[in-house]
């Protein structure tokens, strides 16, 4: 029998372990350390956005995308059902209404053609979720955030290396949020990233990250002494996190090179089931530049937990998301006026996501693909 192929294994080396042992435990390793201004640093070279502040995960900094655009009771941020629930978690938390749109089934992002008629004087952003790594036509969403004054925020917690005609994701709207948590592909177990692209941002955000104070000020002798200033959390990344994140930044080209072998490895091999029309694999838009995070395939719904199941026999574990956030108990309670949302519905019940971690073996990929081709071909 073979062993186990687990959906997701996080991948840790040597060289984090020895910078965990770099840190001078016995003085100070809360954050905003030496670590944490390397991997800062890290961002701002490699996505080009103006700031970057690390955080204790991508909900965090969603979170304070919420703070920082005063999002108040009856305002309302337009976002696809089709994501995490950290996504529309962080505007309900400050009385914010989502407003779901519905997704393409191409990019599995939010529709663009669908955002217009959403909008009404109550709105104040739109907030774009890059799926496995791929964006929706940015342009397009420019035009209407410019057209209505409407701020973007990115949820970026999959794009780390990936493009929109050839920009970093992360660069586009006036903030954009990360994830570094271990199922992502560069990760410190949890961690996360703010990058503000909109200067005026920039100020408020060190205030928010740091309960509201205005430490930062106080830390550069701006002010003799801190105080507080605004609303604010306890969101800084602590140096322990920072020390194996800076560690797994360093080495991401090659790490999304190994896993795009492997993402290639899978679309290949799945090529003629496609051709067959047993199943569709993803179909990545010209504009885009991906970085390997989620290798999925969409199947007929009746055969999903089948297959899943099929595969678990041969010990492959795959695994299905997400479960949209319109219909969702919270959503149904809070928001009356829920509407259909027909692409999402459909892909949340054909999606199957297939193993996917750095060290998985070629012939792992190659096993995964033979026991979904014989799926098919008993089944027929
Ligand atoms: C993982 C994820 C998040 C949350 O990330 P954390 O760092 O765990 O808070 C938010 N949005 C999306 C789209 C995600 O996939």
Redo the contacts with the bound molecule.
């Keep these: 029998m073979n062993k186990l192929i687990p959906f997701n294994k996080p991948r840790i080396s040597k060289r984090e372990i020895e910078n965990i042992k770099k840190l001078n435990i016995k003085s100070n390793f809360s954050g905003n350390g030496e670590f944490t201004k390397q991997c800062a640093s890290w961002l701002v070279e490699n996505t080009k956005c103006k700031e970057a502040l690390l955080v204790k995960?991508?909900?965090?900094a969603?979170e304070m995308c919420a703070i920082l655009l005063d999002i108040k009771h009856k305002d309302e941020i337009i976002m696809p059902s089709y994501?995490?629930v950290?996504?529309a978690n962080a505007f309900a938390m400050r009385g914010g209404c989502p407003v779901f749109v519905d997704i393409d089934k191409k990019t599995l992002c939010i529709d663009p053609n669908k955002i217009e008629k959403n909008i009404n004087k109550n709105t104040k952003a739109i907030v774009v979720?890059h799926y496995a790594g791929v964006s929706p036509n940015m342009n397009q969403i420019l035009k209407i955030a410019k057209k209505y004054n409407l701020y973007i925020i990115e949820?970026a917690?999959?794009g780390i290396l990936c493009n929109y005609k050839k920009k970093a994701l992360g660069s586009i709207g006036d903030l954009a949020?990360i994830?570094?948590?271990e199922?992502?592909n560069i990760h410190c177990g949890?961690?996360?990233a703010l990058l503000i692209n909109n200067p005026k941002f920039i100020k408020k955000a060190r205030i928010i990250k740091d309960k509201g104070t205005n430490r930062d000020d106080f830390n550069k002798n701006i002010v003799k002494k801190y105080t507080w200033v605004n609303i604010g959390s306890s969101y800084n990344l602590s140096e322990i996190n920072s020390s194996i994140l800076i560690e797994q930044l360093k080495r991401s080209k090659e790490t999304i090179n190994n896993r795009m072998k492997i993402w290639r490895l899978y679309h290949k091999e799945l090529k003629q089931l496609e051709t067959l029309k047993k199943l569709i694999r993803p179909d990545i838009p010209k504009y885009s530049k991906i970085n390997g995070h989620i290798y999925y395939i969409i199947v007929d719904k009746k055969k999903r937990l089948k297959l899943i199941n099929y595969l678990k026999k041969s010990k492959i574990i795959s695994t299905f998301h997400y479960v949209p956030l319109h219909n969702s108990p919270f959503a149904l309670k809070s928001y009356k006026t829920i509407k259909r949302l027909n692409n999402t519905e459909d892909i949340s019940e054909t999606i199957v996501r297939l193993p996917f971690y750095n060290e998985i073996k070629q012939k792992n990929v190659i096993y995964i693909t033979k026991k979904i081709k014989q799926f098919f071909n008993e089944e027929n």
Excluded: P
Excluded at 57 to 60: D, M, N, V, Y
């Design positions: 995960s991508c909900t965090a969603l994501t995490f950290s996504t979720v949820d917690a999959h949020t994830s570094f948590h199922t992502k949890e961690g996360g």
